[in-house]
């Protein structure tokens, strides 16, 4: 099937108010052109470099979530270009966006990573350690940063039933955040889970972003 039959599989299935990222990492501007042109805006990167050099080519409503383990000394690369940065994994480069966003005239709208998965790898809070920074204020007073939810990763494995209470996990996480700190943020509300295994699973568990890539796309070539 062609990129565009793909775009329309998966937005079909998709409930209404859950939207699809199209994850376009390490495919060419030209395939993420086949997918503009079957209507997709919303695309998810997840390597600093690489989404700096394709952004500028490709239309201006393209609406680009940054998806990846971003280092501090890569904000800056990617601040003319990102709307959501869904890869927000420390205070610490919480604060750097917002300052750097306050710097380029920007507002950027950010997930919170859990880390629910098993592996050591995937990075993010764990749920007590996402709750004692909100105890602690730290999603407060950002001046260029809106918190609008959490993203996460199940863990790489077959066992459906870990990825389901995995993604329940996160659930809980988020209306646990939503009904204790962010009651009068409205913006709080999104989850962000599921790519091409999983996302059926995670839109049970009340995903409302999911991110797909190879069933979009195809295989990555790395
Ligand atoms: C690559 C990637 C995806 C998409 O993965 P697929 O299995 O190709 O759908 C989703 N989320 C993150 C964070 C990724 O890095």
Do not use: C
Request: proline share 3%; glycine share 4%; no cysteine.
């Amino acid at each position: 099937m062609s990129i565009a039959q793909n775009i329309q599989r998966i937005t079909a299935q998709l409930p209404e108010g859950v939207k699809l990222v199209a994850v376009s990492k390490f495919h060419p501007a030209e395939k993420i052109m086949e997918a503009y042109n079957a209507g997709q805006r919303l695309f998810g990167e997840n390597r600093a470099q690489e989404f700096a050099a394709k952004a500028p080519q490709l239309p201006a409503d393209i609406e680009w979530h940054f998806i990846g383990h971003l280092q501090k000394n890569k904000v800056r690369m990617i601040m003319p270009w990102v709307s959501t940065i869904q890869s927000i994994d420390s205070i610490e480069l919480l604060q750097l966006v917002n300052k750097e966003a306050a710097r380029n005239n920007r507002h950027i709208n950010v997930l919170l990573q859990l880390h629910v998965a098993k592996e050591q790898t995937k990075s993010g809070f764990t749920t007590n350690e996402v709750l004692k920074a909100a105890d602690e204020g730290a999603f407060e007073n950002l001046t260029n940063v809106t918190i609008t939810g959490v993203m996460a990763m199940a863990t790489f494995t077959d066992d459906m039933e870990q990825v389901a209470s995995e993604f329940e996990q996160v659930h809980n996480t988020f209306l646990t955040l939503r009904d204790k700190h962010f009651a009068n943020n409205p913006a709080f509300k999104e989850i962000s889970m599921g790519m091409s295994d999983d996302w059926n699973i995670a839109v049970q568990h009340g995903a409302t972003l999911v991110r797909i890539g190879t069933d979009i796309f195809g295989a990555r070539e790395y």
